[in-house]
């Protein structure tokens, strides 16, 4: 599972929570959820750049 997936799987757990009114639980989990969505966008940027430059492409 790659980080979006953890990123939904704790942004479901922080939406229960909620639900339940565990707020300091609903808040940390949403925390670790937007914190892995922006590393899953950082990565993702990084790795588009790459492809789109070619870097590290094998040439035949």
């Known amino acids: 599972m790659g980080l979006?997936?953890?990123?939904?799987?704790?942004?479901i757990v922080a939406l229960i929570a909620a639900a339940f009114g565990f707020g300091g639980i609903?808040?940390?989990?949403?925390?670790?959820?937007?914190?892995?969505?922006?590393?899953?966008?950082v990565v993702f940027i990084v790795l588009l750049i790459t492809a789109l430059l070619g870097v590290g492409a094998a040439t035949a």
Not at 4 to 9: K, N, R, S, V
Not at 26 to 41: E, N, R
């Open 26 to 41: 609903a808040s940390a989990a949403t925390g670790v959820a937007k914190v892995l969505f922006f590393i899953f966008i």
């Open 4 to 11: 979006l997936g953890w990123a939904i799987i704790f942004l």
